[in-house]
């Protein structure tokens, strides 16, 4: 825990952020909001802490929020016109989390709107450069949170993932970033997309980082049913499964890193190659049961209670659809349109119904493996990140998830850890999710 | 294909209503192209056979609890109908809802 042990000075963190930030986020724009007075000023108070000795596990550490989390009396546009003056009256879990353990929170990220995106070109307010390479995008749909990251302009970020959205710009911003058991982070004061998908995750440059600030979020919440009690369940790593599907599509190089990772772990561990024939339906099913509940998410937003107002008066019905087609995009449009389509009663069986039947098959292929493998290893992307402008079919844009939708249909904890080339993602159990941090170089 | 025959402009314009979702013309035609491609792409999944499976079976328990009226920050109601977006004294107002 070098990284995070050595803050000593708050003050002096937070000011060398903040200088990193005005160098560099003219560029990169990682932030929708930095807020700058706000973190000098508690950086002063934990400084006072830290020198009595009563600082909490994060004292110092500087951490930047993807912008659908709620932070108190701060902005909570999720890059959405709809919600761009839209300002939160309380804290998210995990920020209260966060600040209880002493963190400071730097500024809210950049991310696709509504995290509907898989490269953050899809904000409403401007696009997100990559800082390993500018003239690519960052992956998506917390690319904000993962460039921020990256550029060394916080020690740590929050994002959310729902297919792959924390791990997708960890992977294409060479950074650590995971995506816990479904259920084991709160998302209470998260703005929902698909809520049977949605999970509330780390990034970091280090896995030990990555680890404390899961570690420090993690739990139950009586404010969101659907978590747990933690219970740290660590069964000692034996085996590990290569699904041989995993490899389909990946670019060579790409591949060959993640071979000669798992060569790294030949010695220590018993490597099996497996089979989850059903992966390769995993982009359609993550897809529609994605639209169908992201459609249903959306239609809060009509432009009454908070929010885009709308122009148009006639009646109730006529505002609502005036407001919502004037302010949301284009790629949350094709998803409500998705969406409502397959749920409809007409089309509800032949789409939506057996989409929930094929997300139980992959659900059940993946927990059989992990019956007999502790692990389920294989690359995290199956690309380098595209170049802006190269991805405009929502096709092809989709089909790039194809490595990381099947943790969040089958709601298991995933790591992903930056290669030479691309980068390596760890599977493991329901509430296992320490284990994944755990496998050794 | 099925999907073909399903999708044209006017499932579009009928899935647009009930979404509440105004579409212009040119939204409504690009629409209809890409959710006939998208469909079509993903109607492979018709194929995998799983007749069997419990789909509406959740492995995590449901809890219930009791909701108390515990308003913490009173100044956070304040805040909430500071945002409606239009209001009359304290009261949100909205377009009449029967035509």
Redesign the interface.
């Known amino acids: 825990m070098t990284g995070i042990q050595s803050i000593q000075n708050a003050t002096e963190n937070v000011h060398k952020k903040l200088e990193i930030i005005k160098k560099k986020d003219p560029e990169i724009k990682a932030f929708i909001e930095v807020y700058e007075k706000d973190a000098a000023e508690r950086a002063k108070e934990i400084d006072k802490k830290i020198k009595t000795g009563k600082a909490g596990k994060l004292a110092g550490l500087v951490i930047a929020v993807k912008n659908n989390i709620a932070i108190k009396n701060k902005r909570l546009t999720c890059a959405s016109k709809m919600l761009e003056a839209h300002v939160a009256t309380y804290n998210a879990t995990v920020v209260e989390r966060l600040l209880k353990e002493d963190a400071i929170i730097i500024g809210s990220t950049n991310m696709d709107e509504y995290a509907a995106g898989s490269d953050t070109t899809h904000s409403a307010f401007f696009k997100t450069k990559n800082p390993t390479d500018t003239s690519r995008v960052p992956g998506g749909s917390s690319g904000g949170s993962a460039a921020a990251v990256a550029a060394e302009m916080c020690d740590a970020a929050i994002g959310s993932d729902t297919g792959g959205s924390i791990r997708c710009p960890a992977a294409f911003c060479h950074v650590f970033g995971f995506k816990p058991t479904y259920g084991a982070v709160s998302r209470y004061g998260l703005v929902d997309m698909a809520m049977s998908l949605d999970q509330i995750g780390p990034l970091a440059k280090d896995k030990e980082t990555t680890k404390l600030i899961f570690d420090v979020i993690k739990g139950k919440d009586p404010r969101d049913p659907t978590t747990s009690v933690f219970k740290e369940k660590k069964a000692e790593i034996k085996s590990i499964g290569i699904p041989k599907e995993f490899f389909e599509g990946v670019q060579p190089d790409i591949a060959k890193s993640v071979k000669d990772r798992i060569k790294s772990l030949e010695k220590q561990y018993e490597i099996t190659e497996i089979s989850l024939p059903s992966v390769k339906y995993s982009v359609p099913i993550y897809y529609l049961l994605m639209s169908a509940e992201f459609s249903s998410a959306l239609q809060r937003y009509d432009g009454l209670r908070y929010g885009a107002a709308s122009d148009r008066t006639k009646d109730l019905y006529d505002s609502f659809e005036a407001v919502r087609g004037a302010a949301f995009g284009k790629e949350a449009k094709r998803r409500i349109i998705l969406g409502t389509y397959i749920t409809m009663k007409e089309f509800r069986d032949a789409w939506y119904t057996q989409t929930l039947k094929a997300r139980s098959v992959l659900q059940s292929e993946f927990n059989k493996a992990l019956q007999k493998v502790d692990l389920i290893v294989g690359p995290a992307m199956p690309t380098e990140p595209w170049k802006f402008g190269e991805k405009l079919d929502p096709v092809e844009m989709y089909s790039a998830d194809i490595l990381t939708v099947s943790a969040n249909l089958a709601g298991l904890p995933a790591l992903v850890e930056p290669l030479e080339h691309g980068a390596f993602q760890i599977h493991g159990r329901h509430f296992e999710d320490l284990n994944v941090f755990d496998l050794r170089v | 294909m099925e999907n073909r025959r ?1 999708i044209n402009r006017e ?2 314009k009928k ?10 013309e040119d ?1 409504i035609e690009s ?1 209809t192209k ?2 006939e ?3 079509d ?2 109607s ?3 194929s ?1 056979k ?2 069997k ?4 079976v959740h492995e ?1 328990e ?4 009791e909701d108390k009226d515990t308003a913490t ?1 009173p100044e ?1 109601s304040e ?2 109908r500071g ?4 209001s009359q004294d304290r009261y ?1 107002t ?6």
């Open positions: 399903q499932t579009v899935v647009s209503e009930v979404a509440r979702l105004h579409l212009e939204e629409m890409e959710l491609r998208i469909l792409h993903f492979k999944i018709k995998l799983a007749d499976e419990l789909f509406y995590i449901n809890e219930y609890r920050d956070r805040k909430i945002q409606f977006t239009k949100l909205a377009p009449k809802a029967i035509k």
